[in-house]
């Protein structure tokens, strides 16, 4: 069941910068842990990125020092600044987390996903 709408994906050439964007239904009454994921070609879905309640991020080595996800609990969204993209970042980018439905009633969210393409 799709509960989050990814938006932000598109082409762009190595060295670009993209921000993608993810925002829970109306339905979501708040959003908790969350994550970024990602499905590249010919390759498995990896975990790209995590943001807690609290504000601690964690990334995947490859994209270190590139990468920023952050979160806008008042919005319920969730960002994922992406700076010096290089080929290998493409991938449909899937946003997923544990959100709230009502009080203390959780549910696992994901998106529909959202393409970015790095390429010359």
């Known amino acids: 069941q799709v509960q989050l709408v990814e938006s932000g994906g598109g082409l762009v050439q190595p060295g670009g910068s993209l921000r993608l964007s993810c925002a829970a239904f109306a339905t979501i009454s708040s959003i908790n842990d969350m994550n970024w994921y990602r499905q590249g070609p010919g390759k498995g879905r990896e975990l790209v990125a995590g943001?807690?309640?609290?504000?601690?991020?964690n990334y995947v080595d490859s994209v270190k020092g590139r990468f920023t996800i952050s979160r806008d609990d008042a919005k319920k969204s969730v960002y994922l600044q992406m700076n010096s993209l290089k080929p290998e970042d493409t991938a449909v980018y899937y946003c997923?987390?544990?959100?709230?439905?009502?009080?203390?009633?959780?549910?696992?969210?994901w998106g529909q996903g959202t393409l970015v393409s790095v390429s010359s």
């Open positions: 997923n987390g544990n959100v709230e439905t009502g009080f203390h009633e959780y549910l696992v969210a």
């Open positions: 943001i807690t309640k609290s504000g601690i991020t």
